[in-house]
T-cell receptor, first 115, second 114 residues
Framework: KQEVTQIPAALSVPEGENLVLNCSFT??????LQWFRQDPGKGLTSLLL?????REQTSGRLNASLDKSSGRSTLYIAASQPGDSATYLC??????????????FGQGTILTVHP | EAQVTQNPRYLITVTGKKLTVTCSQN?????MSWYRQDPGLGLRQIYY???????DKGDVPEGYKVSRKEKRNFPLILESPSPNQTSLYFC?????????????FGPGTRLTVL
């Protein structure tokens, strides 16, 4: 059974810092990995999608990397801003066998960027 | 506007009273799924569907039913709700295929079962 772990569970940083969020998964037979942002009481917004054949994706100040063989992904946020404060979730989509298409989420990292 | 809609957004009901939460998407997506989100447990997939008339169980399917008779709709049915189904529910959809399967989420339905 796929398990996804995110570290740290919470992170508080001053504005302007560069930071890294970590996501690890136990079964490397994945189709893709996606990073989301969730604001309190709201739905999820997709940030970056990395296919299993890709190593990284970039969007603005965000860069996500994927090392499928070691079961790890990182989300790098450059020059953090208070508006980046939210919960960040990673999710993997299974590729193999009877669980093809199933999505498994990590528990999330709660990020607070203070002015 | 491309979106996933869920109704109702908030629902308070009593144990045993059948209910349906609707989910609809206007992006012609093949893939649709339901999740529940609980404090300390995160987001867990209930059911998913790869296309019309094709549904599969996620991690927590017990006590739920789904159907996919039309591509755009994927209702979640609770035949006999119980208090442990009190949760925040999300519907999501995506295309299938490399690079096109970004998940789009609905706004959520907060369900309370008394």
């Amino acid at each position: 059974k796929q398990e996804v772990t995110q570290i740290p569970a919470a992170l508080s940083v001053p504005e302007g810092e560069n930071l890294v969020l970590n996501c690890s998964f136990t079964d490397s037979a994945i189709y893709n990995l996606q990073w989301f942002r969730q604001d309190p009481g709201k739905g999820l917004t997709s940030l970056l999608l990395i296919q299993s054949s890709q190593r990284e994706q970039t969007s603005g100040r965000l860069n996500a990397s994927l090392d499928k063989s070691s079961g790890r992904s990182t989300l790098y946020i450059a020059a953090s801003q208070p508006g980046d404060s939210a919960t960040y979730l990673c999710a993997v989509k299974n590729a193999g066998g009877t669980s093809y298409g199933k999505l498994t989420f990590g528990q999330g990292t709660i990020l607070t960027v203070h002015p | 506007e491309a979106q996933v809609t869920q109704n109702p957004r908030y629902l308070i009901t009593v144990t045993g009273k059948k209910l349906t939460v609707t989910c609809s998407q206007n992006m012609n997506h093949e893939y649709m799924s339901w999740y529940r989100q609980d404090p300390g447990l995160g987001l867990r997939q209930i059911y998913y569907s790869m296309n019309v008339e094709v549904t599969d169980k996620g991690d927590v399917p017990e006590g739920y039913k789904v159907s996919r008779k039309e591509k755009r709709n994927f209702p979640l049915i609770l035949e006999s709700p119980s208090p442990n189904q009190t949760s925040l529910y999300f519907c999501a959809s995506s295309s299938l295929g490399q690079g096109r399967d970004t998940q789009y989420f609905g706004p959520g339905t907060r369900l309370t079962v008394l």
